[in-house]
């Protein structure tokens, strides 16, 4: 349920409301959530703006809390005690004011690093052309130049009864050379 299409593909933060019973409900999909639930929105990238319904509070800040406080609990720590310990003195100091920018800038840094990561990776990864030559050499090396006429590319597809036939011929060849080996 968290992580329904029709929910990502929204603009702006989903609307949650809490009812007065504590209950949480969408109000994009007219069902309760849980906070897992909103966990789940929050990680497939949406944002959430969760609301008090009688008062029109915005509880989307001790929600967002309660999600961390619950992950951390359960032994999925991702804040060092070390963090966590600065940020209790963060509130208790005049530094207050300059540990929201930072954190903010922090991830927005990360953030941005994890997209250039992933753009890196959708592009053809520099020197990758000299490790595969490197590859290609350390194989040759380790088999004698057994296969040293095998195309190192896949070949483009042709007759079925051809490209069965080569493989027939080339298959006869490494057993005559593996015969000759024993």
């Known amino acids: 349920m968290a992580t329904d299409?029709?929910?990502i593909d929204k603009t702006g933060p989903l609307l949650i409301k809490r009812y007065a019973s504590r209950r949480l409900y969408n109000t994009e999909t007219s069902d309760y959530v849980t906070l897992e639930d909103i966990a789940g929105f929050i990680r497939?990238?949406?944002?959430?703006?969760?609301?008090?319904?009688?008062s029109g509070d915005d509880l989307t800040r001790q929600y967002l809390l309660q999600i961390i406080a619950e992950h951390e609990s359960r032994g999925e720590s991702v804040l060092p005690l070390e963090v966590l310990t600065d940020l209790v003195r963060s509130?208790?100091?005049?530094?207050?004011?300059?540990v929201p920018q930072?954190?903010?800038q922090s991830f927005e840094m990360l953030?941005?690093?994890?997209?250039?990561?992933?753009?890196?990776?959708?592009?053809?990864?520099?020197g990758f052309e000299a490790l595969q030559a490197?590859?290609?050499?350390?194989l040759k090396a380790m088999t004698g130049g057994i296969g040293q006429n095998w195309p190192t590319t896949t070949p483009a597809p042709q007759d079925s009864k051809e490209d069965l036939g080569e493989i027939k011929k080339q298959l006869a060849e490494l057993q005559d050379k593996l015969s000759k080996l024993q």
């Open 111 to 126: 953030r941005q690093g994890q997209e250039q990561m992933m753009q890196n990776l959708g592009t053809q990864i520099p």
């Open 134 to 138: 490197q590859q290609e050499a350390f």
């Open 5 to 7: 299409k029709k929910n």
């Open 44 to 54: 497939v990238g949406r944002d959430v703006q969760i609301v008090d319904l009688k």
């Open 91 to 98: 509130y208790t100091t005049d530094i207050q004011s300059v």
């Open 102 to 104: 930072f954190l903010a």
